[in-house]
């Protein structure tokens, strides 16, 4: 158990619909991270928080957005969902957000499936 | 941009035999960070080992030590005595000051241990 918890852990919806992906860093943990593991495109790093305010961003499309709030939880929103955003969503966590040497946690993920 | 390539999809290793799984990277820097994650099918990644870019050292933690050979710039990992609950998926990642917070990954291999 790497201390990072998800929810929920499976979500089933529908195309055009909007879902909310919750993530509690571990104890102690400023920054989180979410990454989209999908079979076409791996792993990809979509955004990083650090203690309340937006760090990175990566591969992230616009549809989506995210937020870290002041105890430190996330959430990513995703709205107007299409079929390809079937995926496995991850949440990661590591205690500041800068040096190269720092380990991130991954959390059990949300598998998100769109019909 | 920074690459991590991971040339081997599937690999079989007898169990109570060591396996290496390969991983090369590229990147520009002189100070990152390499990472193995381990994923099994029920789909939580679970980070095994890291190696810094100035670690003279070889990483090790149990039956798992890092490969790290700098000039060739690449980070294999090495499982010593496989064991059935090694079967998984393997993640080699990076993380750089170039890429800021990101951890990029590789495709991954596939590791199975037959009995």
């Known amino acids: 158990d790497s201390g990072v918890t998800q929810t929920p852990k499976h979500l089933i919806t529908a195309t055009g619909q909007r879902v909310t992906l919750r993530c509690s860093p571990r104890s102690g943990d400023l920054s989180v991270y979410w990454y989209q593991q999908s079979l076409d495109q791996g792993l990809q790093f979509l955004i990083q928080y650090y203690n309340g305010e937006e760090r990175a961003k990566g591969n992230i499309l616009e549809r989506f957005s995210a937020q870290q709030f002041p105890d430190l939880h996330s959430e990513l929103n995703l709205s107007s969902l299409e079929l390809g955003d079937s995926a496995l969503y991850f949440c990661?966590?590591?205690?500041?957000?800068?040096?190269?040497?720092?380990?991130?946690?991954f959390g059990p993920g949300t598998r998100l499936l769109v019909l | 941009a920074q690459k991590i390539t991971q040339t081997q999809p599937g690999m079989f290793v007898q169990e109570k035999e060591a396996v290496t799984l390969d991983c090369t990277y590229d990147?520009?820097?002189?100070?990152?960070?390499l990472f193995w994650y381990k994923q099994p099918s029920s789909g939580e990644m679970i980070f095994l080992i890291y190696q810094g870019s100035y670690d003279e050292q070889n990483a090790t933690e149990g039956r798992y030590s890092l490969n790290f050979q700098k000039a060739r710039k690449s980070a294999n990992l090495v499982i010593s005595a496989s064991q059935l609950g090694d079967s998984a998926m393997y993640f080699c990642?990076?993380?750089?000051?170039?890429?800021?917070?990101?951890?990029?990954f590789g495709s991954g291999t596939q590791l199975t241990v037959l009995p």
């Open positions: 990661a966590s590591s205690v500041g957000g800068g040096p190269v040497q720092e380990t991130q946690y």
């Open positions: 990642a990076m993380r750089d000051t170039g890429s800021a917070r990101q951890l990029t």
């Open positions: 990147t520009s820097d002189q100070s990152y960070g």
